[in-house]
């Protein structure tokens, strides 16, 4: 198993520019997350897919942010243009079922926007 | 308005003690609740869990409280280990089935076992 996989594991970039994350959830897996993290707001919910379709995208914060999965083995995140205030580090999370299973987490994206 | 508090930003034992990590909730439609484990650089992982019909579940070193009148709970880890240092996240949702898919986090509390 080799676990949720997220790339790049760091990205700097200047403002305005366009930055895409993406994100290899777990075979078998059929919900995928998408959290943000940062030091005032901690760990936020930016959207959930379930079986590939986009079920609550309630947490992204403004049109500058879009989510695809075009496939139930691959999600991208993407920022367009970015603002120095997305700097954050980006989880992409997956799990199977709609019940209780838990969430299992990549390692991440550190995003810098200078 | 953040519905799930960890009030400790920090917390430091020494080895071969009990740590107890505490968590607070708001919003009494809560019924299911997480414990969550981080590492420098890594993502977090899934630790222990409880459901609202519970007040105890412990699995080996790890047990979870919840006190629903107070809206609280905690996670004891004995004997603490060096192994154990990371961040802590409470976290919480609503409902069952395809409802509950909303985990809302605590802040995290950095947990330092000490040798």
């Known amino acids: 198993d080799a676990g949720v996989i997220q790339s790049p594991r760091h990205e700097v970039t200047e403002m305005g520019q366009e930055v895409t994350l993406r994100c290899k959830p777990i075979s078998g897996h059929n919900s995928l997350f998408w959290y943000r993290q940062t030091m005032m707001r901690g760990l936020e919910l930016l959207i959930y897919f379930n079986n590939n379709v986009p079920i609550d995208d309630s947490g992204m914060p403004e049109d500058r942010f879009s989510a695809k999965m075009p496939n139930a083995s691959f999600s991208t995140l993407k920022i367009q243009p970015s603002e120095p205030r997305d700097s954050a580090v980006y989880f992409c999370?997956?799990?199977?079922?709609?019940?209780?299973?838990?969430?299992?987490f990549g390692n991440g994206t550190r995003l810098t926007v200078t | 308005d953040q519905q799930v508090k960890q009030n400790s930003p920090s917390l430091s034992v020494q080895e071969g003690r009990i740590s107890i990590l505490n968590c607070d909730y708001t919003?009494?439609?809560?019924?299911?609740f997480l414990w969550y484990k981080k590492y420098p650089a890594e993502g977090p992982t899934f630790l222990i869990s409880?459901?609202?019909?519970?007040d105890k579940n412990e699995d080996g070193r790890f047990t979870v409280f919840l006190n629903k009148s107070a809206k609280h709970l905690s996670l004891h880890i004995v004997p603490s280990q060096p192994g154990d240092s990371a961040v802590y996240f409470c976290?919480?949702?609503?409902?069952?089935?395809?409802?509950?898919?909303?985990?809302?986090f605590g802040k995290g509390t950095l947990l330092t076992v000490n040798p």
């Open positions: 999370a997956s799990r199977w079922g709609q019940t209780n299973s838990p969430l299992h």
């Open positions: 976290a919480a949702s609503v409902g069952s089935g395809g409802s509950n898919y909303k985990l809302t």
């Open positions: 409880i459901s609202s019909i519970k």
């Open positions: 919003n009494s439609m809560f019924d299911y």
